[in-house]
């Protein structure tokens, strides 16, 4: 059965779209600036995500829709992101390595999806599941690339929140800002763990929710940014 929860998604989308626009042409400001390469794919394959989701609303359930929406959900709703951090985090070589390591991890799940047959007593009309998968065991790469996500997106952003606290009044909104993605990182997460256990509407709730506040600690670091340049003049 459809409710309006269903329908949260083309939100979503639409809220992706805008968004990674934003990112995009502060990247290409800053081409060197790897961080916001990633977090604009992060951003994109989000949009991705929630567009498979729509499209199933609306249009029903597809293979071709599922398996998109599970290796842009499921691998990369967050590792994008997560990986824009690990550029802010670490040695640009470090970063490097870790980004070709995350790659080839992700090619190899993506492979194994495709391949999956298709459990087809699980499929629904109008609602997304990785029950779906004839392969169970493929599920088993998300619950990695998740806790991947989690140690350097969010994990990243309370750290840089804690740093920030420390420091001087001025640095607080830096501080805000970190407390808002860690937070919009967090929810997602939780309803990727949801979805798991067959409540896929929270997830597309959590998605929502989550995807705002990323963007409102995101305007809130650039706008501290921008203030401190103006400061300087």
């Known amino acids: 059965m459809t ?33 916001l390469l990633w977090w604009f794919i992060g951003v994109a394959m989000y949009g991705v995500g929630t567009l498979t989701e729509s499209t199933t609303t609306l249009l029903g359930w597809n293979v071709f829709v599922f398996k998109s929406w599970y ?15 690990v550029y802010l985090l670490f040695r640009q070589k470090t970063a490097h390595w870790m980004s070709a390591g995350l790659i080839i991890f992700i090619v190899t799940a993506s492979v194994c999806i495709i391949s999956s047959p298709i459990e087809w007593a699980n499929v629904e009309l109008h609602r997304l599941s990785g029950s779906a998968l004839a392969w169970n065991w493929v599920r088993l790469f998300s619950p990695f690339i998740n806790i991947y996500a989690f140690i350097f997106l969010v994990g990243g952003a309370i750290w840089s929140a804690i740093q920030y606290a420390r420091k001087k009044q001025t640095d607080q909104i830096r501080m805000w800002g970190n407390i808002f993605i860690a937070v919009g990182a967090t929810l997602p997460g939780i309803g990727g763990m949801s979805a798991r256990l067959g409540h896929v ?12 506040l990323i963007w409102v600690g995101y305007k809130a670091m650039s706008r501290r940014t921008t203030n401190s340049i103006h400061e300087n003049q």
Do not use: D, M
């Not at 509407?201 to 705002?212: H, P, Q, S």
């Open 3 to 35: 409710t309006f929860v269903h329908y949260i998604p083309i939100a979503t989308t639409i809220l992706s779209l805008a968004f990674g626009r934003v990112l995009f042409k502060h990247w290409r400001q800053k081409p060197k600036a790897y961080y």
């Open 71 to 85: 290796i842009s959900g499921a691998l990369l709703g967050g590792a994008p992101l997560a990986q824009g951090t």
């Open 201 to 212: 509407e929270v997830l597309y709730v959590t998605e929502f929710i989550g995807l705002i």
